[in-house]
């Protein structure tokens, strides 16, 4: 049996009130057609006590225990190929609205629409805004900043701030250099720092992933990946945006089963619509997600077996991660192949159903017998 997982990030959320979430709302034909032919339930990718977030819960749906300690930052450097000298730490910094001062007690954080939009601004400080720091700015406003020194203390990711005061957040290391940095940047723009290691170098992994490839376009997935060994193929028109090509994407996944077992496929839009307060988008996303890739793998080989699932919830009520359940569905290819109703595969749909563990979750990607149950539609 050969399997290709679906990690739709950021895919569980919640209900508005009287209302329906997204993956509820969203037209899933082929998924439902797998949940009627196959296995749905609730997956938890963060484990109790660890920060929601796709550096945790990409690994735990890869089969890993993730390792917070890695740094989400550190990662996204090895996704993205920067060098990474020992005694440099590298961090996320996210361009923000801020209500006043940065640093000032009471301001407030404010997440910036359009990261395209503040990009010209980011890129005007220059790759040395300051002594000892580099700064790679992105287009999809995944901006990394290499600071020459130790770590500092971990703080919390812009959007678990929004609406917040900035104190919440947690002192960053340099506060006076992003304070400076606030102060260059247009109107109420600033950087917020975040997503910094614990400890300045990447461990060794620990564990091996069932999976042999991962196709993303997203750099702290791809550096995940590329930690545990795994192939990352390089995909022309993948973008981690909405615009993403997603028939290219399961074109890779199925090409990548000719020389393994598994391969696993992330998708990134879900999580921005949600961030971005947009669930009518996230909806939208996930339908397409559900035409143009799990319905292309309809052509996958005989003996494939489909999983859905997300790597963690994206409130778009409130644009912040969520840290309970998710829900999955594992169903066979031929389920794809046919027409007819299926059934509706959502989050109240498998809200009475046992919740997989890592040592279950990893079961099922292994192709362990698991318990049979069903839930009411
Ligand atoms: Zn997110």
Same mark, same amino acid.
């Given at each position: 049996?050969?399997? #290709?997982?679906?990690? !739709?990030?950021? !895919?569980?959320? &919640?209900?508005?009130?009287?209302?329906?979430?997204?993956?509820?709302?969203?037209?899933?034909?082929?998924?439902?057609?797998?949940?009627?032919?196959?296995?749905?339930?609730?997956? !938890?990718?963060?484990?109790?006590?660890?920060?929601?977030?796709? &550096?945790?819960?990409? =690994?735990?749906?890869?089969?890993?225990?993730?390792?917070?300690?890695?740094?989400?930052? /550190?990662?996204?450097?090895?996704?993205?190929?920067?060098?990474?000298?020992?005694?440099?730490?590298? #961090?996320?910094?996210?361009?923000?609205?801020? /209500?006043?001062?940065?640093?000032?007690?009471?301001? #407030?954080?404010?997440?910036?629409?359009?990261?395209?939009? /503040?990009?010209?601004?980011?890129?005007?400080?220059?790759?040395?805004?300051?002594?000892?720091?580099?700064?790679?700015?992105?287009?999809?406003?995944?901006? !990394?900043?290499?600071?020459?020194?130790?770590?500092?203390?971990?703080?919390?990711?812009?959007?678990?701030?929004?609406?917040?005061?900035?104190?919440?957040?947690?002192?960053?290391?340099?506060?006076?250099?992003?304070?400076?940095?606030?102060?260059?940047?247009?109107?109420?723009?600033?950087?917020?720092?975040?997503?910094?290691?614990?400890?300045?170098?990447?461990?060794?992994?620990?564990?091996?992933?069932?999976?042999?490839? $991962?196709?993303?376009?997203?750099?702290? *997935?791809?550096?995940?990946?590329? %930690?545990?060994?795994?192939?990352?193929?390089? #995909?022309?028109?993948?973008?981690?945006? =909405?615009?993403?090509?997603?028939?290219?994407?399961?074109?890779?996944?199925?090409?990548?089963?000719?020389?393994?077992?598994?391969?696993?496929?992330?998708?990134?839009?879900?999580?921005?619509?949600?961030?971005?307060?947009?669930?009518?988008?996230?909806?939208?996303?996930?339908?397409? *997600?559900?035409?143009?890739? $799990?319905?292309?793998?309809?052509?996958? =080989?005989?003996?494939?077996?489909?999983?859905?699932?997300?790597?963690?919830?994206?409130?778009?009520?409130?644009? %912040?991660?969520?840290?309970?359940?998710?829900?999955?569905?594992?169903?066979? $290819?031929?389920?794809?192949?046919?027409?007819?109703?299926?059934?509706?595969?959502?989050?109240?749909?498998?809200?009475?159903?046992?919740?997989?563990?890592?040592?279950?979750?990893?079961?099922?990607?292994?192709?362990?017998?698991?318990?049979?149950?069903? *839930?009411?539609?």
């Amino acid at each position: 049996m050969r399997t #290709v997982l679906v990690i !739709l990030d950021g !895919l569980a959320d &919640e209900a508005a009130p009287g209302g329906r979430t997204p993956l509820h709302a969203a037209a899933t034909p082929h998924m439902d057609r797998l949940a009627a032919a196959g296995t749905i339930g609730r997956f !938890l990718p963060i484990p109790p006590g660890m920060r929601a977030g796709s &550096e945790v819960g990409v =690994p735990s749906c890869l089969g890993l225990d993730p390792d917070p300690a890695a740094g989400r930052a /550190t990662l996204e450097a090895l996704g993205r190929g920067l060098e990474l000298p020992a005694g440099t730490t590298a #961090v996320r910094c996210t361009a923000v609205h801020l /209500t006043g001062a940065f640093g000032a007690p009471g301001t #407030v954080v404010r997440a910036v629409a359009d990261p395209r939009a /503040t990009f010209d601004a980011i890129a005007a400080l220059g790759s040395a805004p300051a002594d000892g720091v580099r700064l790679a700015a992105d287009p999809d406003g995944r901006h !990394l900043c290499l600071l020459d020194g130790p770590a500092g203390p971990e703080t919390a990711p812009p959007h678990d701030l929004v609406g917040l005061p900035i104190a919440l957040g947690g002192t960053p290391l340099r506060a006076d250099f992003w304070a400076d940095l606030a102060r260059r940047l247009p109107g109420d723009l600033a950087l917020w720092p975040w997503g910094g290691p614990v400890r300045r170098a990447v461990s060794a992994p620990t564990g091996a992933s069932p999976f042999g490839a $991962v196709v993303t376009a997203v750099d702290v *997935v791809r550096g995940i990946a590329r %930690r545990h060994g795994l192939e990352t193929p390089h #995909v022309a028109g993948a973008t981690g945006r =909405p615009d993403t090509d997603l028939a290219a994407k399961a074109r890779a996944a199925l090409a990548a089963l000719a020389h393994h077992r598994r391969v696993a496929v992330h998708v990134e839009a879900a999580d921005m619509a949600a961030h971005a307060l947009d669930p009518a988008a996230k909806s939208a996303f996930i339908a397409r *997600v559900d035409r143009e890739l $799990v319905g292309a793998l309809a052509a996958g =080989p005989d003996d494939l077996r489909v999983l859905v699932t997300g790597d963690h919830g994206t409130s778009s009520r409130t644009g %912040r991660h969520l840290d309970g359940p998710v829900p999955f569905v594992a169903g066979p $290819v031929a389920a794809l192949r046919r027409s007819g109703q299926g059934r509706k595969w959502h989050e109240a749909a498998v809200a009475d159903g046992p919740v997989y563990g890592p040592v279950a979750w990893r079961g099922l990607l292994l192709g362990a017998a698991v318990p049979c149950w069903t *839930v009411p539609c």
